[in-house]
């Protein structure tokens, strides 16, 4: 059974890059049809997907916040990682990475998540 | 975008009880409306795929139903650890995914 765990750090100054990553076990992050995404939940907000990389190594980017993220991957690790720019405090949220299915839309698997604080 | 309307936004219920919880979608998704259902501290748990199919493992006392702009997921005969927030999501546009605000479930 696949497990996906995020890790970064708790606190980001603004106008920073926040970068997090998320280690996946228990399956190749290159093998099978996956999206490998990740989504947000700011606090006492809903969730939000921000993007998602395909196993072939495709990106698609949520267009709202498109020219602040990147999602890339580490084969060699299993991992794969969400850099976001010039952060500021709208951006503080727990963060989940997901593996996804059904075209990238059914997010089938999820990590725990992991808190981010945009501060000073 | 598509936007994703949810109600009630919290419910209160006893042991056995059964509850329906709405969502609604701002045009016609066809029937591409998930569920899911989060514990604090927990990962999110996808519980229902394409409105009314049951993922592997779900308790049966969860079901779902719609199509078009109007979807509802009903759990009968609630249990005490069904107590949880639950989120709908539509992923009728495979390039962009929307989640309905939330429904918190408190057991009395």
């Known amino acids: 059974q696949v497990q996906l765990q995020e890790s970064g750090p708790g606190l980001v100054k603004p106008s920073q890059t926040l970068s997090l990553t998320c280690t996946v076990s228990?399956?190749?992050?290159?093998?099978?049809?996956?999206?490998w995404t990740w989504i947000r939940q700011p606090a006492g907000k809903s969730l939000e997907w921000i993007g998602r990389?395909?196993?072939?190594?495709?990106?698609t980017y949520n267009h709202n916040l498109k020219s602040r993220v990147t999602i890339s991957v580490d084969k060699s690790k299993n991992q794969f990682s969400l850099k976001w720019n010039s952060v500021t405090a709208a951006d503080t949220a727990v963060y989940f990475c997901v593996r996804a299915v059904g075209g990238g839309g059914i997010f089938h698997d999820w990590g725990q998540g992991t808190v981010v604080v945009v501060s000073s | 975008d598509i936007q994703m309307t949810q109600s009630p936004s919290s419910l209160s219920a006893s042991v056995g009880d059964t509850v329906a919880i709405t969502c609604r979608a701002s045009q016609n998704i066809n029937t591409y409306l998930n569920w899911y259902q989060h514990k604090p501290g927990q990962a999110p748990k996808f519980l229902i795929y394409a409105a009314s199919n049951l993922q592997t493992g779900v308790p049966s006392r969860f079901s779902g139903s719609g199509s078009g702009t109007d979807f509802t997921l009903t759990i009968s005969n609630l249990q005490p650890e069904d107590s949880a927030t639950y989120y709908c999501?539509?992923?009728?546009?495979?390039?962009?995914?929307?989640f309905g605000g939330g429904t918190k479930v408190e057991i009395k």
């Open positions: 228990g399956d190749s992050i290159t093998s099978g049809s996956y999206y």
């Open positions: 990389m395909y196993t072939s190594g495709s990106t």
């Open positions: 999501q539509e992923n009728y546009d495979t390039l962009f995914f929307t």
